[in-house]
């Protein structure tokens, strides 16, 4: 268990990081900018960005390159939180290292049903390379899933994959690999709760994720009937198991008409209290909102340093989706007030 000189220590550096956030009048800057050098200027200069940038120049600087040094800086960050945090530090860094694999995962296997393979781009962090149990180098040189596959041998991810290949069109269930890949990094998530937090700490840290999964659950629902016309015993195998909503109401969710349906049955629901709370486009814009909202109540509110730690973790991701948002808004000259209406902050 973490001492109260560690606690108060994980408390201050975490709620000290996000007290330097993006506020809204950056984020007016940042919507005037008119390229990506502008964009990285302006964070340069004027944001606590300022000393990951400050060797890129920008003359040269191109989206790639800002995107992946703003989020190795995010995950250097997060990790020096979690050397502070004895009882569940390494809990989450394992967490958040898997996530983004199984994240990097998908969109391979997401290439290779579209028979673009070739397309892959290595983009892991270099700080996490000596934490990644994915050499994604060979995995990026594989000409099909047969090498693919050999080059995860190695990776907690191969028993999952080797269940699956191809079928005769080239495809494969991707839904529900991307669903046993998900269980396999949350499963291991609370196993790590449940071992390494304290006993009082617990209950605030599984709430807090239970009630993630269950947009995101929810978010399955919509995306399977809408996109894959998914019958309901399907839809229910390519949940999460975790959350906090009863079998029921996951029954209710799956045999709703239509999406609209749906949306009604989780609005009636204790767990669907933000659907009429919050503005959104889409249901993955509804998770990240939510994901979000909590995050922000726990590092005000909660006592639990683990809790304070890992919401500071998702609150500093929703920061770096929406430099993401304006850097691609500005790429493709998407108009200022569409940009700004995906943005996701605190003022």
Do not use: W
């Not at 000393?51 to 790639?64: F, P, S």
């Not at 860094?93 to 028979?115: A, G, P, Q, W």
């Not at 016309?229 to 399907?234: H, L």
Request: glycine share 4%; net charge positive.
């Amino acid at each position: 268990m973490a001492s109260n000189s560690t606690s108060n220590a994980v408390f201050a550096k975490a709620k000290a990081k996000y007290g330097k956030r993006l506020k809204e009048k950056d984020y007016k800057n940042l919507l005037n900018c008119k390229s990506v050098a502008e964009i990285m200027v302006y964070l340069k200069g004027n944001t606590h960005y300022g000393g990951a940038l400050k060797e890129l120049n920008e003359r040269d600087v191109h989206r790639g390159m800002l995107e992946k040094v703003l989020r190795q800086n995010l995950y250097y960050e997060f990790s020096s939180l979690c050397s502070y945090e004895t009882s569940v530090g390494a809990t989450f860094s394992t967490f958040v290292t898997r996530r983004l694999e199984v994240s990097l995962l998908v969109d391979y296997l997401t290439l290779i049903n579209s028979k673009s393979a070739e397309d892959f781009i290595f983009t892991f962090p270099a700080y996490f390379e000596k934490h990644a149990t994915i050499n994604y180098v060979q995995l990026s040189k594989a000409k099909d899933y047969s090498e693919a596959l050999a080059s995860l041998e190695k990776s907690p991810y191969y028993k999952i994959l080797s269940q699956y290949h191809p079928n005769e069109n080239g495809r494969l269930p991707l839904a529900e690999i991307e669903n046993k890949l998900y269980t396999l990094v949350f499963g291991d998530l609370y196993k790590g709760i449940e071992k390494n937090c304290p006993k009082k700490e617990q209950g605030g840290l599984l709430s807090f994720f239970n009630t993630i999964l269950d947009y995101e659950n929810f978010s399955r629902v919509i995306r399977l009937k809408k996109y894959y016309n998914m019958e309901p015993e399907e839809i229910k195998k390519n949940l999460l198991p975790f959350g906090s909503l009863k079998k029921a109401q996951i029954d209710m969710l799956c045999n709703a008409e239509d999406s609209k349906s749906a949306f009604g049955v989780m609005s009636s629901l204790k767990q669907g209290y933000f659907i009429n709370k919050t503005s959104y486009f889409y249901t993955g814009s509804l998770v990240a909102k939510v994901r979000f909202k909590e995050a922000v109540k726990n590092i005000y509110y909660s006592s639990s340093p683990a809790a304070v730690m890992i919401s500071y973790m998702f609150a500093a991701e929703t920061e770096l989706a929406n430099i993401t948002c304006l850097i691609e808004g500005v790429r493709y000259n998407v108009d200022s007030k569409k940009i700004e209406s995906l943005l996701i902050y605190q003022s």
